[in-house]
């Protein structure tokens, strides 16, 4: 397994600005992602980051709207940009080891 | 194709009694179904999780059974506690690495 954190636990922000979540795993892995799950909901796929290359960005999410950064093989960021109340969800990341994901403890964004 | 169906949405269960949550997958490409425990403020966890080529894993009070002709699997919890109560999901995944996970199932254990 691994153990990752993410930077904030929590924050509440006023519509129109940006926040970066930081996540850190205290292994080196190779594939990393980033999930949002909505008040009361399931989890949806944002982006695949890879080291080394651009992040894949599934349907209904794009780069400008979540630009996400993975320097090393330990760290990746996702930034919601010019953020909305509807943004208001938990923003997950996780690791890939094996043939499991391990989630971190989720970032909990509120837009007012 | 790429749905995970889960059921039920809510289930309420008397300690000592046993859990059963169902999923129903439609792409064959799945070769990994994984199951999530998360409790409230907390990221989901990996409880258990099966390959197509098992019918049955059991770690434990927590079970999977796979039907793959009929793309169904599901978990069942034996001798629940009220400790087991969170949210559970249900998830595939194919050779891409993609988690598609169910809607889950908010699972209370009265004591």
């Known amino acids: 397994s691994a153990v990752i954190s993410q930077k904030p636990s929590r924050d509440i922000c006023q519509r129109g600005t940006s926040l970066t979540i930081q996540c850190q795993v205290d292994s080196q892995v190779t594939m990393m992602f980033w999930y949002r799950q909505q008040p009361g909901q399931s989890l949806t796929l944002i982006a695949t980051a890879n080291q080394g290359s651009e992040a894949t960005y599934e349907s209904g999410f794009v780069i400008d709207k979540f630009p996400i950064s993975r320097p090393n093989l330990t760290f990746s960021t996702l930034t919601v940009s010019n953020m909305s109340p509807e943004d208001s969800s938990i923003y997950l990341c996780?690791?890939?080891?094996?043939?499991?994901?391990?989630f971190g403890p989720g970032t909990r964004l509120t837009v007012l | 194709q790429q749905q995970v169906k889960q059921s039920p949405q809510s289930l309420i269960v008397q300690k000592g009694g046993i859990s059963i949550i169902n999923c129903a997958y439609e792409n064959t490409a799945f070769d990994y179904f994984p199951w999530y425990q998360q409790f409230p403020g907390k990221g989901p966890a990996l409880l258990i999780a099966i390959r197509p080529d098992v019918s049955e894993k059991k770690e434990g009070r927590f079970t999977i059974s796979f039907n793959k002709s009929a793309k169904q699997f599901s978990l069942h919890i034996m001798d629940s506690q009220p400790g087991d109560s969170a949210t559970y999901f249900c998830?595939?995944?194919?050779?891409?690495?993609?988690?598609?996970f169910g809607q889950g199932t908010t699972l209370q254990v009265k004591p």
């Open positions: 998830a595939a995944m194919n050779n891409t690495g993609k988690l598609i």
């Open positions: 996780s690791v890939e080891i094996g043939d499991t994901q391990y």
